[in-house]
């Protein structure tokens, strides 16, 4: 897991490949709360999407426009469209 620059696009260049087309789509991001992806959907190894899987087995996803980091390394204190789900 990484923490990304919050005013940058996350790259997906180091993540894994799981659609199985030779480039890499997919990052974890640190989270405290559940899993957070960083997923690419149009090949270009910038993250689209922002996928939260919480510890309830929801799942939300966002658009993946920086930037979108949280505000405080704690979830509680983000600012972000994103983490208002939770």
Avoid: K, Y
Avoid at 13 to 27: P, Q, R, S
Avoid at 35 to 55: E, K, N, P, W, Y
Avoid at 58 to 86: E, F, K, M, R
């Amino acid at each position: 897991m990484f923490s990304p620059d919050p005013n940058e696009r996350i790259t997906t260049a180091h993540g894994v490949d799981t659609d199985h087309n030779g480039l890499a789509d997919t990052v974890p991001l640190s989270d405290p709360d559940g899993v957070l992806l960083a997923v690419d959907t149009d090949g270009d190894q910038l993250a689209d999407r922002i996928v939260h899987i919480g510890q309830d087995d929801s799942a939300i996803s966002t658009a993946a426009n920086a930037p979108w980091l949280p505000t405080g390394l704690d979830a509680h204190q983000c600012t972000d469209p994103l983490w208002d789900h939770w």
